[in-house]
C-alpha cells in the first residue's frame, strides 16, 4: 500500500477501481473500470463488463459502511437469471484501489457482502453492507417454546448424513418448475418433508434452495413435494435434489421425529402468555400450564 500512496503523492496517477464477487457457489467473478482486464490475486478483472461502483461511504464509527454497484446485465458476466435465482443474495464483495501499470501497487477499500438488489430496464443496482453491518444483527437467545436452532446446525447438532434422514434422489416429473413429483417414494407418511429444505444437486439450477411447502401423496401414489416459491432457475427430470425433512421447532417434534431432545434449544416449560392473569385459589396445584385446561 506504501508504493500506491506514494504513486498517488506524484499527482499524476494511473489508477482504476476493480472489485470481486464471491457468490455462494464458490464462483468468482472480477470487474474494473479501467479500459483493459487486470489480474491479481488469481482473479481475472474484467473490462467494458457495464458495471460501475459508486463512491465509498466509511465512516470512524459503528455505523454500518454502504456503497452500490451500478451495472448493465450482460449474458457473459451478471446475468439476470442468476440474479432472480438469487446467486448473489450474501455474496462476498472486495473493493480495490490499482495502480493499472503495476497492479502490485494497490490498496483495499471495501470489504462485505451484497445486499438488496434491483433490477429492471435491462439494468440492476445493488447495495453493498460493509462489514459493520454485522453489529446490526440481533444477538443472544430469545425465550420462547419453540426450538431456535435450524435442523442439522452446530446447535441442534442431529447428523442427517449419518441418521439416512436426507435423500437424494433424481428430479422426475417437474410441474411450473416449482412442483416435484415421484412414482415410487417410501418409508416416510406424507408431510414428512414440509419445513424441510429442498436442494439442487445438479443441473441449471444446482446450488438453489427451497423451503417445502407441501408434502403429499396423489391418487395412484405419486408424491409431491412442493416448495414455498420457484426456485428461480429451470429444474428438468434427471437433476439431483437433496431433500431434508421438516422440523415444526415443537419440543415433540425434536423428541419423537428426530430423538435429539437433549439438544433441544427451547423452552417447552416456559409460562404461557395466560398465566400474568393468574389469579391466587385455594385448590389445585399452579404448574405454569394453561389456565383453560
Known sequence: ???????????????????????????VLGFTDHDLGLAFDGITFQANAGMTASALVQGTGLAADNTEALGALSDAAITEADIAAGRYDGAQVRAWLVNWRDPAQRMEQFRGTIGEVRRGAGAFQADLRGLTEALNQPQGRVYHRQCSAVLGDAACQFDLEASGYAQTRAAEVVERDQTFGFAVFEGVEARWFERGRLRVLTGAAEGLVGVIKHDQFRPGGQRVLEP???????VGPGDMLRIEPGCDKRAETCRFKFNNFNNFRGFPHIPGEDWLLSVPRGQGADTGGSLLG
Do not use: E, F, N, S
Open 1 to 27: 500500500m506504501t508504493a500506491l500512496l506514494d504513486h498517488l503523492a506524484t499527482g499524476l496517477t494511473t489508477v482504476c477501481r476493480c472489485w470481486a464477487i464471491l457468490r455462494r457457489d464458490g464462483r
Open 228 to 234: 414455498w416459491d420457484p426456485l428461480g432457475a429451470k
